[in-house]
């Protein structure tokens, strides 16, 4: 306490004089790995501040926690390497700060703020605290407008708010850069505002493409980019969403623009923070994760707000830790959002791209209030169609796809219609499937699912309506053939070759007749 006694009152009663201004200098006491303790004797620095350390200053500390009246803990924001005991640490005597204003336009950024794409030095512009309170609830617009994105199965039946925010779940390698980099290219040329990408613990190389990507599409005008990859350490993940966002805050409140926000992935973030956590000796909670990060991430997620001034409209990709979507990491995010979208790495396996589970995605916009009551109508009786196919999916793996009854068989020859109408080629996977990409407008795609519940297309082969556009391709593509009515015999020849859900029970209901069948039967019901 004795120590405690001046300190405290000599930040309490010169606030503000040079003396807290100034950078004042501290030691090391002691490095473990990311985290720095440092000792000042004269002014301790408050949560938050930045230290810098070594010979040009290149080590950079955030700080965490004060520890008592001499020492705060912080965490390193670039590697450690040549930090030693007993080596001068500077304060700052400032958060960590980003630059914001027209100058960040199509510039790529570290999470300090410094450009790395190799162009010229950043001209003088304001910087600002990457930690910002998220707007007051006063402040909050809630209108509800449909932002259409070109991709069938989404516009159908998840659509995307605009200023909302939606996640795309995934476990690894299901598509969700793919979907993302896809959305960019749909969403960034037709958006009149402002669209920043923040790269999350990602593999560096992708943010290196989708910047050349970017700059051929000669959407580079109006988008900034701001990476913390992988290979970063474990602080300078964590704060990059900040860094990002604080852009993004500065577009909505100050210019008035709408800015699209997009995020792979919010899952290294809440990784980022589980070892940031970990490394500051917090006790870990649920399967190892922050007992802080619900805290985190609604603070982050809290700040993408829409104002009466602009809208932030975020698109985030969320990793799903071995496809457990009841991870908390996974369960924590879905509640910060207004439509999710499930990919499913059945679908991917099967080759069914975007590998959209429609019967585990939804959005809070398909309501017939906001979509109308004819789009709202029609999504209810895909899902209805999907969700049947899905309950006779178990007995026709059983019995055979013979043993349904004429109704059911319909009702799977239509969601199998479905399924493959609801596939479409990108624009941005041209280079490995050979396709064009493709953009249908929300009425094109609406129009085709109708056309298939009405059982228009029953006559036409499945792999017909695989991977086109606007339901019209199918007609182009190939003709009906009218001597091929049962659905059975089309079903076997016509599938995507790695779609097997219908040819698989024959062979099986071939082989095991009658005893085998009735035990199944009842294994099913039961
Ligand atoms: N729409 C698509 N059309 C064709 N192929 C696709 C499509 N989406 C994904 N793929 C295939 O899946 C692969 C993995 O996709 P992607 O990199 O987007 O996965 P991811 O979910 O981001 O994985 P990670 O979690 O590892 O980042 C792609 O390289 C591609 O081969
Ligand atoms: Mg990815």
């Keep these: 306490m004795v120590g405690l006694g001046p300190g405290v009152a000599k930040g309490l009663n010169l606030p503000g004089q040079e003396s807290l201004k100034g950078p004042s200098l501290g030691a090391i006491v002691s490095v473990r790995g990311s985290v720095v303790d440092v000792r000042f004797d004269e002014h301790l620095p408050p949560i938050y501040s930045v230290l810098r350390a070594g010979d040009k200053g290149q080590i950079v500390i955030e700080v965490l926690a004060q520890l008592d009246a001499r020492h705060v803990r912080g965490i390193a924001l670039t590697p450690t390497q040549g930090l030693a005991r007993g080596m001068a640490v500077q304060d700052m005597g400032d958060p960590l700060k980003v ?57 159908v039946l998840m659509p995307l708010e605009r200023g909302g925010k939606a996640g795309l779940f995934g476990g690894a390698g299901v598509g969700k850069t793919v979907l993302l980099t896809e959305m960019i290219h749909n969403m960034v040329g037709q958006h009149e ?137 996974a369960v924590h995010t879905f509640s910060h959002l207004s439509a999710s979208i499930v990919l499913s790495r059945k679908r991917a396996s099967e080759g069914l791209f975007p590998a959209i589970d429609p019967l585990q995605s939804n959005s809070k916009m398909a309501t017939p209030g906001i979509v109308g009551a004819r789009h709202y109508g029609l999504a209810q009786e895909i899902r209805r169609t999907f969700a049947q196919y899905a309950q006779l999916k178990d007995i026709i793996s059983m019995l055979g796809l013979e043993q349904l009854s004429p109704e059911d068989r319909n009702v799977v020859a239509r969601a199998r219609r479905l399924e493959r109408f609801l596939t479409q080629p990108f624009f941005t996977t041209k280079q490995f499937t050979g396709l064009d990409g493709k953009l249908v407008s929300l009425e094109d795609a609406l129009d085709g699912c109708e056309r298939i519940l009405r059982d228009e297309f029953k006559d036409y082969p499945e792999s017909a309506l695989y991977m086109i556009g606007a339901i019209n391709e199918a007609k182009g593509k190939v003709k009906p053939s009218p001597s091929t009515a049962e659905p059975k015999s089309k079903a076997k020849a016509d599938l995507a070759p790695a779609a097997k859900a219908t040819p698989e029970p024959h062979p099986i209901a071939g082989a095991r007749p009658q005893p085998m069948l009735e035990h199944a039967d009842d294994a099913h019901e039961s």
């Design 193 to 329: 505002g402002v669209s920043i990408f923040c790269g999350i613990g990602e593999r560096c190389r992708e943010g290196e493409e989708l910047y050349q990507q970017m700059k051929e599409a000669g959407v580079l005008p109006n988008m900034v980019m701001v990476f913390g990859q992988m290979n970063e350490p474990p602080g300078a993940r964590f704060r990059v969403g900040h860094a990002a966002l604080t852009m993004a805050e500065y577009f909505r409140d100050d210019e008035h623009r709408d800015v699209l926000l997009l995020i792979d992935n919010i899952f290294r973030f809440i990784q980022a923070g589980m070892e940031v956590s970990g490394l500051m000796g917090q006790m870990p909670s649920r399967l190892g994760y922050q007992p802080t990060m619900g805290t985190e991430l609604s603070r982050l997620e809290e700040r993408i707000a829409n104002t009466d001034t602009g809208a932030i409209t975020s698109i985030q990709a969320v990793y799903v830790p071995a496809d457990d979507f009841t991870d908390p990491a």
């Design 99 to 155: 630059p914001v204003g027209k100058e960040v336009l199509s510039r790529m950024f570290d999470v300090f703020g410094n450009v790395i794409d190799r162009g010229a030095a950043l001209p003088d512009c304001q910087w600002r605290s990457v930690h910002q309170p998220p707007p007051p609830l006063a402040r909050r617009s809630t209108k509800s407008e449909v932002f259409e994105t070109g991709i069938k199965a989404i516009d």
